[in-house]
């Protein structure tokens, strides 16, 4: 499959999950914060280095793996090198200056246990394995988690959580 | 956790009185020689005991990939012609050197994943010995199968090797789950491109380097590299026949999307989340099986929790779960934490930065969702040259099944621990997760065993024991864990293709035209 033909499957497979998840994040003007929640964040040094990545290897996004070894480790693809598809939900875009906003998934089934989460990607010193693009620069992709707040947890529609966060 | 420093500690690598000297580079290995990469690049690898450099790996990339698979076409014309005792032979011959050298292969091992050395020298070694024993033996033993149509009409059923096949090994177990995919696909008269993980990338060319003269040149071939750059290459090579894949989810589907464009067969094992379930009756007595119990409770300490099967989920049943749990803490609380080349260690280092990184970032999560932090939480300094290792204490959480410390494999020596009221609520929970490749029942009670033994959808669940691996016993995944079962004579089949013969001694036509 090719860039081009991924970047018209991708966003169809993600529309239908969008609304159910509620997770799209407008794009902010440059400086601005966002102006409603989103899942997904980017620290300032996985941003830098998303920025030099996509130099590199041309536009990318994030699949975030699940299972033994490096599970629980968000992969970092160029678009078209991973197949998403029904079964995943489109979390959000990372914005970072420079570069076209990177799409964040993960399976549904996956989700549904994520779902609670706020993820922020950031990047630390170490050799991923798996397929992803950033392991051979000695540095690695890795998911920070918070608990989404109870004004998330409304925007999302998880009603039903507001009010167990722990405090 | 208690930091000694025991008596009987084998040398570090780099010593002379090491058991293993690794040389300060690694070049690929095809076609029966060391080849150079064909990029001219190198990459470190550190060692997690101490997390400084010990040797320099190829830096491989899709030439590379394309010399091995090429080498191995070429070794496979008369590789797949030799007979099966001839291959037999030569498995059992490889199990006979590794023997000969277990200290030195243990030691590699160690220095390469940050294991226990006693866990090397006890098990990784000495079952992946076992292992070209237990495949030496199948290969003789398989048979084809005739079947009578009719009278004149019989079908012979052979079994050929699928050609050329491809590798992609975990950094848990860097030797073993090697030698879980090499042995039976080499039994089965298969040539092999193997891509070590790039995080433990060398333990695999002191094995080669043992073997090499055994083997004909370009039976096996190791590419050494990063995932994107050398393992999706072979894994996307047009010209493999078999892929197989140990690691996550996501690459697991990348793989089988790349596979579904050469239209050829994968097996995966992607892990899991095992729940260890411990029902009342385990606590009637105070004797050996509790003993042993609570021995099974601690064991998601094994191999520093880096198991695919790491019973990391502890479900204990309410009526026992006060005294089972804190007689389990205890328990913990006396594993012995130290140099991984110490024989007193229960427990050595992860095996890399990014998976310690990883591992504290869960116990952070851990803590936001509420959990009860009842052992450990926080990153171990061993102190002295051991500072720079990548050490976690055991750490014990308390919580409830639907908090993602219970649903992801955190991959370090973290347990969730939670309780069950009745049966019907043991089982709900044990499956409540994505995975299902291995999980643990512990009962007196034979009846109650077997019913969740069969209850719980796992590929292998462990009755009254955990963490054994004998060759022999089918492994592999339910659910979202995997295709295929290794371990078992029934992996030849994944390895193999099946050729018939359709012959008929009739006479005359059909009668058809």
């Known amino acids: 499959?090719?860039?081009?033909?991924?970047?018209?499957?991708?966003?169809?497979?993600?529309?239908?999950?969008?609304?159910?998840?509620?997770?799209?994040?407008?794009?902010?003007?440059?400086?601005?914060?966002?102006?409603?929640?989103?899942?997904?964040?980017?620290?300032?040094?996985?941003?830098?280095?998303?920025?030099?990545?996509?130099?590199?290897?041309?536009?990318?996004?994030?699949?975030?793996?699940?299972?033994?070894?490096?599970?629980?480790?968000?992969?970092?693809?160029?678009?078209?090198?991973?197949?998403?598809?029904?079964?995943?939900?489109?979390?959000?875009?990372?914005?970072?200056?420079?570069?076209?906003?990177?799409?964040?998934?993960?399976?549904?089934?996956?989700?549904?246990?994520?779902?609670y989460t706020h993820l922020t990607i950031d990047v630390v010193p170490g050799r991923?394995?798996?397929?992803?693009?950033?392991?051979?620069?000695?540095r690695r992709f890795l998911i920070r988690s918070r608990l989404l707040d109870d004004d998330e947890l409304r925007a999302f529609g998880l009603d039903d959580a507001v009010g167990d966060t722990p405090a | 956790?208690?930091?000694?420093?025991?008596?009987?500690?084998?040398?570090?690598?780099?010593?002379?009185?090491?058991?293993v000297a690794f040389k300060p580079r690694y070049d690929h290995f095809i076609g029966g020689e060391y080849v150079a990469p064909a990029s001219g690049q190198y990459f470190e690898n550190p060692s997690p005991v101490n997390g400084k450099v010990f040797t320099e790996v190829a830096r491989?990339?899709?030439?590379?990939?394309?010399?091995?698979?090429?080498?191995a076409w070429r070794a496979f014309d008369s590789w797949k012609k030799t007979t099966i005792a001839q291959r037999a032979l030569i498995?059992?011959?490889?199990?006979?050197?590794?023997?000969?050298?277990?200290?030195?292969?243990?030691v590699a091992e160690t220095w390469d994943n940050g294991k226990p050395i006693r866990e090397a020298l006890a098990a990784d070694v000495p079952l992946a010995i076992d292992h070209f024993r237990y495949f030496a033996g199948a290969i003789r033993a398989q048979e084809g199968s005739t079947g009578e149509i009719d009278a004149d009409t019989v079908a012979y059923h052979?079994?050929?090797?699928?050609?050329?096949?491809?590798?992609?090994?975990?950094?848990?177990?860097?030797?073993?789950m090697a030698v879980w995919k090499l042995a039976p696909a080499l039994a089965a008269g298969n040539c092999v491109v193997l891509k070590p993980a790039e995080q433990t990338p060398a333990s695999i060319h002191v094995f080669m380097d043992l073997v090499k003269d055994l083997l004909p040149a370009g039976v096996l071939n190791i590419v050494n590299g990063f995932g994107v750059e050398a393992g999706a290459p072979l894994a996307s090579h047009p010209n493999i026949r078999k892929i197989a894949f140990t690691g996550e989810t996501t690459t697991g589907r990348l793989i089988m999307q790349m596979a579904s464009e050469n239209l050829i067969p994968v097996t995966l094992e992607l892990g899991g989340k095992s729940p260890n379930v411990f029902f009342a009756d385990v606590a009637d007595e105070r004797d050996d099986f509790y003993d042993k119990a609570l021995e099974g409770f601690s064991f998601f300490n094994l191999n520093s929790g880096e198991v695919c099967t790491c019973p990391s989920r502890a479900l204990v049943q309410q009526s026992i779960y006060d005294q089972f749990t804190a007689d389990g803490v205890e328990r913990v609380k006396k594993v012995k934490q130290g140099d991984p080349l110490s024989m007193d260690t229960m427990i050595g280092a992860q095996a890399s930065n990014d998976q310690l990184e990883k591992i504290l970032s869960y116990m952070d999560i851990g803590k936001q969702e509420g959990a009860t932090l009842l052992l450990g939480g926080d990153r171990a300094d061993l102190?002295?040259?051991?500072?720079?290792?990548?050490?976690v204490n055991p750490t014990i959480f308390e919580g409830r099944n639907s908090m993602r410390i219970f649903q992801e494999e955190i991959f370090g020596p973290v347990l969730s621990l939670t309780s069950f009221s009745d049966y019907d609520d043991a089982i709900k929970i044990a499956n409540d997760t994505l995975y299902g490749l291995g999980a643990g029942v512990w009962s007196r009670n034979g009846a109650q065993l077997y019913r969740a033994g069969r209850d719980i959808q796992a590929g292998r669940v462990w009755s009254n024991t955990y963490h054994q691996y004998p060759a022999g016993a089918a492994f592999g995944g339910y659910k979202?864990?995997?295709?295929?079962?290794?371990?078992?004579?029934?992996?030849?089949?994944?390895?193999?293709?099946?050729?018939?013969?359709?012959?008929?001694?009739?006479?005359?036509?059909?009668?058809?035209?």
């Open chain 1, 1 to 115: 499959m090719t860039p081009e033909q991924t970047a018209a499957a991708a966003p169809a497979a993600a529309a239908a999950e969008e609304a159910r998840v509620g997770a799209v994040t407008p794009a902010p003007a440059s400086g601005m914060v966002a102006a409603t929640p989103s899942r997904v964040d980017v620290s300032p040094e996985a941003a830098a280095f998303l920025v030099s990545l996509t130099a590199q290897h041309g536009p990318l996004m994030f699949h975030q793996s699940g299972g033994c070894c490096d599970g629980s480790s968000p992969m970092c693809y160029p678009v078209g090198f991973f197949r998403v598809g029904a079964v995943d939900v489109h979390l959000g875009d990372l914005h970072v200056d420079g570069i076209d906003p990177i799409e964040v998934y993960m399976s549904r089934s996956q989700f549904e246990y994520w779902k």
């Open chain 1, 128 to 138: 991923g394995a798996g397929f992803s693009i950033e392991s051979p620069e000695g």
């Open chain 2, 1 to 19: 956790m208690t930091v000694t420093t025991p008596p009987n500690t084998y040398a570090a690598p780099g010593r002379p009185d090491a058991k």
């Open chain 2, 60 to 71: 491989g990339n899709a030439a590379d990939v394309d010399k091995a698979v090429e080498a």
């Open chain 2, 91 to 106: 498995l059992n011959r490889i199990a006979d050197v590794m023997e000969a050298n277990l200290e030195m292969l243990a």
């Open chain 2, 158 to 176: 052979f079994h050929e090797p699928l050609g050329v096949v491809g590798q992609i090994i975990p950094w848990n177990f860097p030797l073993l």
């Open chain 2, 383 to 391: 102190g002295g040259d051991l500072t720079g290792g990548y050490y």
């Open chain 2, 480 to 513: 979202q864990s995997g295709i295929g079962r290794e371990n078992h004579k029934m992996m030849l089949d994944h390895y193999q293709q099946t050729k018939n013969l359709l012959v008929s001694y009739a006479d005359g036509p059909m009668g058809f035209f």
